[in-house]
């Protein structure tokens, strides 16, 4: 399913740039390919309710997912729990653009996403 200017327009949150890395691990047994453990993915935008994400592997949509992100402004990294909410296929090799949406995250987390969105904010 991709995303379209109206899906934009519903976003709660203000999005920005990023491209960091970022893992994504599965929970639960509805796994596409049943690959365990943690996938690498780059990261291509995020906000507080969510993140676009390059994968080399398919996520269904409703998958649940662990995400550790890592950026070098946070050294301790982030994690969070959320759901893939669309997958759009990409026209070059096999990677797919996702767009997650996060369930479950923690005060701390939250704080430090905020301090990757904030300097972007304040220069507008």
């Not at 909410?85 to 905020?114: K, N, Q, Y």
């Amino acid at each position: 399913m991709a995303v379209s200017e109206t899906d934009a327009d519903r976003r709660g949150y203000e999005r920005v740039h990023w491209e960091c890395h970022a893992r994504l691990m599965q929970l639960g047994s509805e796994a596409v390919d049943n690959i365990p453990g943690m996938h690498q993915v780059l990261g291509r935008n995020i906000s507080e309710g969510g993140l676009q994400v390059w994968a080399d592997r398919l996520f269904a949509v409703r998958s649940r997912l662990l995400v550790e992100m890592e950026a070098p402004e946070i050294p301790e990294g982030i994690q969070a729990v959320g759901s893939v909410v669309w997958v759009s296929p990409s026209t070059a090799e096999e990677r797919w653009l996702l767009g997650i949406e996060f369930s479950d995250v923690g005060d701390t987390a939250l704080a430090r996403i905020r301090s990757l969105i904030q300097p972007t904010t304040d220069r507008n």
